[in-house]
């Protein structure tokens, strides 16, 4: 098995981006708000190295360790989906509303992802080449409808997402759609479907993703919050203008 | 059969994602000077029409004041003329959706207090629409000749809500926009 050109060049700018963005969520401090985000882009730089490392020095061991990345990736992006709703839900008693309708949307999300699943999949998987092909359809289908149930039950509420929660997002939805019709076409079309192309184009759509998540996440949030200066400041503004308006009352009477 | 579930839920799901982008994207960009220009204006005539008829609702006890010591001092005609007809329903509904994109433009301040009190205003807006759709259906069965009672309990909820919308989101830019709070209370 060799590596050819493209799939090199892809790999090691797979890894760069990874370490752009991890270092842009450390030196920024991003990281406070979205540890598991930063865990999952750390998490991607080492499964880089690791699996590099596997492939030219330990290549029995390649295969066991690229599915175990795999599902612990799955892991770390359904935790991303629910750092994104911790960050948009209002906290206490008064988000209670919004988040009981997430719960129930991804609720019925996991069933309308396994009855999807099941339905373009057509059987349920016996042998271990199955149960991958199965559980990568599913968790991308797991993915799509997770992120619409989020993206429903904020929007309805009219919820407003911060530039950063925004991007993350909007990321991953991105992502998600094409994961999930390039796994579909695998699914219908077989996995020898046009070669690698398809799988090339999964991995540049999710390395213009990356680029956008650098790019959005080493600008400044638009939270326009007052620090407690401002305010007091504004509060003096304010009284001087009540005084005025006192004053000028008094006066007319 | 594959092929077609991957493809329908596929551009379900981008159309989903479309929708919520450009939502949230106007949500988040929303500028308070262009929303305000926005708010069609109500005669003060009509606005004080529509305090006293949201008073007699929501706190029964106000009618002691009046000379006439009853809460039906009102009749559904009466209460159509003051809201402007037909037109001024329009007007009331338009109103509302814009009241919902303002209480968004605080949202940005402050997060805590604004998040209840525009799922208030939110609340408040449903059962305005609500009231507004019956009406418009009431008004169009009239013409194929049925009559609906309900319309006119619907016209004084419609009234009450967009009072109570407008009485919160005005307090809420004193309380959390003043700077801005004098040029929403010279248009709303």
């Not at chain 2, 106000?62 to 209460?79: A, F, G």
Request: aromatic share 12%; proline share 2%.
């Amino acid at each position: 098995m060799n590596v050819s050109t493209l799939a090199g060049a892809l790999w090691a700018a797979g890894f760069i981006e990874h370490a752009a963005l991890l270092l842009v969520l450390l030196a920024l401090r991003r990281w406070k708000r979205f540890p598991f985000f930063t865990s999952y882009i750390a998490f991607n730089v080492i499964r880089t190295v690791m699996l590099f490392c596997a492939f030219r020095f330990a290549k029995s061991l390649y295969a066991s360790l690229y599915w175990s990345a795999a599902a612990l990736d799955f892991i770390l992006q359904v935790l991303i989906i629910f750092e994104v709703m911790r960050a948009i839900m209002p906290p206490g008693e008064w988000g209670e509303d919004a988040r009981r309708r997430f719960r129930v949307l991804s609720s019925a999300g996991v069933v309308v992802a396994f009855g999807l699943t099941l339905a373009i999949h057509n059987k349920m998987p016996h042998s271990y080449s199955e149960w991958i092909d199965w559980s990568q359809l599913f968790s991308s289908t797991l993915s799509v409808v997770l992120l619409l149930a989020m993206a429903f039950s904020t929007t309805a509420l009219g919820l407003v997402w911060s530039r950063h929660v925004a991007a993350l997002g909007t990321g991953l939805a991105v992502w998600g759609l094409v994961d999930f019709f390039v796994e579909g076409a695998y699914q219908y079309f077989g996995p020898r479907w046009h070669g690698v192309y398809l799988d090339y184009f999964r991995i540049l759509a999710y390395q213009a993703v990356v680029l956008y998540w650098i790019a959005s996440f080493s600008r400044r949030e638009n939270s326009r919050i007052l620090s407690a200066g401002q305010h007091q400041v504004l509060n003096e503004i304010q009284s001087q203008a009540e005084a005025q308006a006192d004053l000028l009352g008094r006066r007319k009477h | 059969m594959g092929f077609w579930i991957v493809a329908v839920v596929g551009v379900v799901a981008a159309a989903g994602f479309s929708w919520h982008e450009a939502r949230s994207r106007k949500l988040r960009s929303v500028d308070f000077d262009q929303i305000v220009g926005s708010l069609q204006p109500i005669p003060v005539a009509q606005l004080r029409a529509i305090g006293e008829i949201a008073r007699d609702f929501l706190d029964p006890a106000s009618v002691k004041r009046r000379e006439k010591c009853s809460q039906i001092w009102l009749e559904p005609e009466d209460i159509w003329a003051c809201i402007g007809g037909d037109a001024g329903l329009k007007r009331l509904a338009h109103n509302a959706e814009v009241m919902i994109l303002l209480a968004a433009c605080v949202y940005r301040w402050d997060i805590d207090e604004t998040y209840v009190v525009s799922q208030r205003i939110r609340r408040d807006a449903l059962q305005l629409k609500r009231g507004v759709l019956q009406i418009r259906l009431a008004r169009f069965a009239r013409t194929l000749g049925y009559r609906n009672r309900k319309v006119a309990f619907e016209l004084q909820q419609v009234v009450a809500s967009y009072h109570l919308m407008r009485e919160r989101l005005l307090l809420l830019y004193e309380t959390k926009q003043y700077l801005q709070h004098a040029r929403l209370l010279e248009v709303l």
